[in-house]
């Protein structure tokens, strides 16, 4: 039976229970709105060996910019808690802004401000990085769980996690699960339902792009800049805005100094804006 928490002594109580009956805990924090990208996280960790499996829907206020779609965000806790019980989740923890950021609260604190916040998706969205690493620092207090899951499509997001979790000396594992895609290969995200279809037929250029720029860089290592350079200006000629097309290393997001024929060594890295849409997609070469 799926339980809905809201409040986090119920859940922490909960979870304490199962613990006590020595179940592995795995958490999927999420935004909610969720489709066939998030509940393949389900799936995920429970090959990872959850045997509970905690889901949390919350928009965090803290990642959006004043200017994002904060507001407009889909939110459709009817629909995902449907889903939820088809899978046969064992928990979703929707909790209210009160809970997760109590008005008494004074002098919020934040991570150490690594290089990384500020890079990529930080360069374009500054204080984003910020808001995910403190709520998702809270959520997994709240829950203390032995597994937590995150999609590469948020590749930034999952190493600044994970690099979190080992300086703190949080004991949690931390898996990263693959994106899964739309069948013309757009990269599935709460996001899409706001581009229009002509928007829509043009989102999928990102994933296009990333792939042809790829396989030509996996060929012949020599001059990326030159085929990132490329897409960049094909995109742009079709009205996608690009943020960036980038390619850096794979274990931690650095530049590439001396690029080697390495398979799993680099990631492609692109966001894009459609009008007021912001999509990121990303490949591992
Ligand atoms: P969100 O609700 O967008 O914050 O996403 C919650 C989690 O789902 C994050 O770890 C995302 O990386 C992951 N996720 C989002 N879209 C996809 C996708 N298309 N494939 C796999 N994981 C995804």
């Known amino acids: 039976m799926l339980i809905v928490s809201e409040n986090l002594s119920d859940l922490r109580a909960e979870v304490l229970s199962w613990k006590q009956n020595n179940e592995v805990v795995g958490f999927v924090p999420t935004m909610g709105n969720l489709h066939e990208g998030h509940l393949s996280l389900i799936s995920k960790i429970r090959r990872c060996g959850a045997t509970k499996t905690i889901v949390s829907i919350y928009v965090n206020p803290k990642q959006f910019g004043p200017e994002e779609d904060y507001s407009k965000y889909p939110r459709t806790l009817d629909e995902d808690i449907k889903l939820l019980k088809k899978l046969n989740v064992d928990c979703v923890f929707c909790p209210s802004d009160k809970e997760i950021y ?45 597994i937590a899951i995150f999609g590469q499509k948020d590749y930034q997001q999952y190493i600044l996690i994970k690099d979190m979790v080992q300086q703190l000396f949080t004991s949690i594992d931390i898996v990263l699960a693959p994106i899964i895609r739309e069948n013309d290969g757009l990269a599935m995200s709460s996001r899409n339902s706001y581009l229009n279809p002509d928007q829509r037929s043009k989102a999928v250029y990102l994933y296009e792009s990333l792939v042809r720029a790829s396989k030509k860089i996996y060929k012949n290592a020599g001059d990326y800049m030159s085929i990132l350079d490329t897409e960049i200006e094909r995109l742009n000629k079709d009205d996608l805005n690009v943020d960036y097309l980038e390619l850096r290393k794979t274990d931690n997001l650095s530049n590439v100094e001396d690029y080697k024929n390495i398979s799993g060594q680099y990631i492609l890295l692109g966001a894009i804006r459609l009008g007021e849409t912001r999509l990121i997609d ?4």
């Open 102 to 146: 109590p008005p008494n609260e004074k002098n919020l604190i934040t991570t150490n401000n690594p290089s990384l916040m500020n890079e990529l998706c930080g360069r374009q969205r500054p204080g984003h990085f910020y808001g995910v690493l403190l709520v998702v620092n809270k959520l997994m207090n709240i829950v203390r769980p032995d």
């Open 282 to 285: 990303n490949i591992i070469l």
